[in-house]
T-cell receptor, first 118, second 114 residues
Framework: DAGVIQSPRHEVTEMGQEVTLRCKPI?????LFWYRQTMMRGLELLIYFNNNVPIDDSGMPEDRFSAKMPNASFSTLKIQPSEPRDSAVYFCASRPQLWTGSNTGELFFGEGSRLTVL | AQKITQTQPGMFVQEKEAVTLDCTYD???????LFWYKQPSSGEMIFLIYQGSYDQQNATEGRYSLNFQKARKSANLVISASQLGDSAMYFC???????????FGPGTRLSVLP
């Protein structure tokens, strides 16, 4: 079975450019999470969706960040305009419905998208 | 709000020895789940073990066991018979009862020495 698929794996861009990161969750999973990982701040939860609906976006750093989940099999995280401090690894993770699809609720992670903003 | 604390930024252990990685948590939820993930240098996040807040027994998965002390709000990971391949970052994490908030600790970097 295919895992969580993220693209691109690596992105190098210049300050001010728009960046779009993509995620395809595992089929049948109904929750999707976006995390950012940096040395200084560790793993930060940016936003999570349940059944394609954003539940909590309080972790989104600022208005330059936006996330969408137009359907159950696709999500995007967009940064516009990008800044050097956005350089990080961005992880997408998905999970089946808690208590009906899974009793534990562990997250299944993609391989991450490494973003470098020059 | 939920919070995870891992007080050991780095740990060393001799190959074949056991090691304990500390994790304490803070939550006001009566029901929650605790997890450990491993992140090797290649970067992927690997799920290791889960403990539910109402589970009576400590979780075990092969060489991994979770020392759960609910009153102390601690969920330490014990790795027995360490192997060189265990060298990695280890993250403790917690979700609430609805699974709608999944937070990670800062991590502990484990180095296994030959």
């Amino acid at each position: 079975d295919a895992g969580v698929i993220q693209s691109p794996r690596h992105e190098v861009t210049e300050m001010g450019q728009e960046v779009t990161l993509r995620c395809k969750p595992i089929s049948g999973h109904n929750s999707l999470f976006w995390y950012r990982q940096t040395m200084m701040r560790g793993l930060e939860l940016l936003i999570y969706f349940n059944n394609n609906v954003p539940i909590d976006d309080s972790g989104m750093p600022e208005d330059r960040f936006s996330a969408k989940m137009p359907n159950a099999s696709f999500s995007t995280l967009k940064i516009q305009p990008s800044e050097p401090r956005d350089s990080a690894v961005y992880f997408c993770a998905s999970r089946p419905q808690l208590w009906t699809g899974s009793n534990t609720g562990e997250l299944f992670f993609g391989e991450g998208s490494r973003l470098t903003v020059l | 709000a939920q919070k995870i604390t891992q007080t050991q930024p780095g740990m060393f252990v001799q190959e074949k020895e056991a090691v304990t990685l500390d994790c304490t948590y803070d939550t006001s939820d009566p029901s929650y789940g605790l997890f450990w993930y491993k992140q090797p240098s290649s970067g992927e996040m690997i799920f290791l073990i889960y403990q539910g807040s109402y589970d009576q027994q400590n979780a075990t998965e092969g060489r991994y066991s979770l020392n759960f002390q609910k009153a102390r709000k601690s969920a330490n990971l014990v790795i027995s018979a360490s192997q060189l391949g265990d060298s990695a970052m280890y993250f403790c994490a917690m979700r609430d009862n609805y699974g709608q908030n999944f937070v990670f600790g800062p991590g502990t970097r484990l180095s296994v020495l030959p």
